[in-house]
């Protein structure tokens, strides 16, 4: 009789636990959120319309798509004028040696935008990548210590804008290779899987 009283037991439990593994809501697993950022690179004191109505000479503009919590490069060009400057912060810096920074016969720059989404906003951290060329290759630095940040919500504008320490840095480095000062925005959004990019 205890015998038979015990499997009831375990009988009505495993009952119940089916019963609530019925009822209990599957949990929907939702794939990482892409988002769309619009970069706008404008020279310096040029007022961006809204539709971006205006010859190249005044704007260009970038769509990128990027998964939450990844990243995209900005290509922003060549710096054969200013080499010596991003020579002299590499050396300075510790990123490279006095002997490989007087090897470096061209520098590349861009931008590394990092994804994050928070509620319903969304970070960008944006740091500088520096590409110098030698004559055993090239190497790649990327300076975290000039990186620039904020949360915007999706659809608004986010301006690189560094901070006083960092501006002499950034105004070599927003520049297009006539050596205009360049102002950059991002406008993120969220982007919907099957949403076409345009």
């Given amino acids: 009789m205890r015998r038979f009283n015990c499997f009831l037991r375990v009988g009505i439990i495993i009952t119940a636990f089916l019963l609530l ?6 949990a929907e697993v939702k ?10 690179f404008a020279k310096d004191g040029t007022r961006v319309p809204f539709f971006m109505k205006g010859s190249d000479e005044e704007f260009l ?3 990128l ?7 995209a490069k900005v290509f922003l060009g060549k ?3 200013e080499i010596d400057y991003f020579k002299s912060y590499l050396i300075t810096k510790g990123y490279v040696s006095d002997d490989t920074g007087k090897e470096i016969k061209g520098v590349n720059v861009s931008l ?5 989404v928070v509620g319903s906003r969304i970070k960008l951290v944006v740091v500088p990548l520096i590409t110098c060329f030698t004559g055993q290759g090239e190497e790649s630095f990327e300076l975290d210590a000039l990186s620039v940040s904020g949360v915007v919500k999706s659809g608004k504008v986010f301006k690189i804008a560094p901070d006083s320490a960092k501006k002499k840095f950034y105004t070599h480095l927003l520049r297009n290779e006539k050596g205009e000062v ?3 925005k991002l406008i993120p959004s969220f982007l919907k899987y099957g949403s076409a990019v345009n």
């Fill in 61 to 63: 503009r970038q769509i």
């Fill in 21 to 26: 593994l019925q009822e209990a809501p599957y």
């Fill in 182 to 184: 360049l102002v950059v």
């Fill in 65 to 71: 798509v990027i998964r939450d919590g990844l990243y």
């Fill in 79 to 81: 710096r054969s004028e």
């Fill in 31 to 40: 794939p990482p959120q892409n988002i769309r950022i619009e970069v706008i």
């Fill in 112 to 116: 590394k935008i990092t994804t994050r």
